[in-house]
């Protein structure tokens, strides 16, 4: 379905990320997987791309937050793949705290990775796109931003700024047949949760269970192939935010 087309995924080796490559991948797609430091991760995700569906799958290591490092990476790509069709910005990081107490530099970190570095990518990757003349931006976004939640401020702007930046872009590039969606994940099983223990709002979850990477997967080849639709966020939250 996805055969000849080229994915770049921000944060794939592991997490929401790397079940997003898997996804993308086992419908025919040429992957990209930008990591942060992991590259054993990356690379036995690419590994498991080629082996399983027999794609191309490059590894490429890039902090999403810098700019030119950013643009150096999109540059590889086209070099390694000839183009690129699909864009997911998943890279995300957390760093969670009252206000009354957060340090500057958590307010910046979180937004520099989840706001900028969906901006540099999509800044960097429009060029290809339209010579491609197509494209397809998924954005990671989160209830947090849509509802916002106690102890992250700064989370919540990034990804409430996220939704801002897709329905611009998606109506700055809709004429060059470029859309742009957003994914508005609810409460998913990953180390970034993991990290913060039982989650208290468990029971606040009509579906009554945390979701799962591949849910948020099935969202993304729903929004891959959704040709009609373009600045849409779509919540994957077990009914959390409705
Ligand atoms: P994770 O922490 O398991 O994975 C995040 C990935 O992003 C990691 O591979 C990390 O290395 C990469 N990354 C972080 N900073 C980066 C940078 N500056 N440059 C390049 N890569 C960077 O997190 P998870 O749970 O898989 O989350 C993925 C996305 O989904 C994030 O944007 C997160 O905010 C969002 N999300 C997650 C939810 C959850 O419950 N797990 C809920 C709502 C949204």
Known sequence: MLKGKVAIVTGGSRGIGKAI??????MGADVAVIYAGNAAAAEAVCKECAETYGV??????????????????????????????????????????????????DFDAVIATNL?????????????????????IINISSVSGLMGNAGQVN??????????????????????????????????????TGAQG????LDMIPLGRMGRPDDIADAAAYLVTANY??????????????
């Open 21 to 26: 490559v898997y996804k993308l991948a086992s």
């Open 56 to 105: 191309t799958a490059r590894s490429y290591c890039c902090n999403v937050a810098d700019f030119s490092d950013a643009k150096q990476t999109v540059t590889a790509i086209k070099k390694d793949f000839g183009g690129a069709h699909i864009l997911v910005n998943n890279a995300g990081i957390t760093r969670d705290g009252l206000i009354a107490m957060m340090p500057e530099d």
């Open 116 to 136: 900028k570095g969906t901006f540099n990518m999509i800044r960097h990757c429009t060029g290809l796109f339209m010579r491609a003349k197509e494209g397809c």
């Open 155 to 192: 989370y919540a702007a990034s990804k409430a700024g996220v939704v801002g930046i897709t329905k611009s872009v998606a109506k700055e590039l809709a004429a060059k047949n470029i859309r742009c969606n957003a994914i508005a994940p609810g409460f998913i099983q990953t180390d970034m």
């Open 198 to 201: 039982e989650n208290p709002l």
């Open 229 to 242: 639709v373009t600045g849409e966020v779509l919540r994957v939250d077990g009914g959390i935010a409705m």
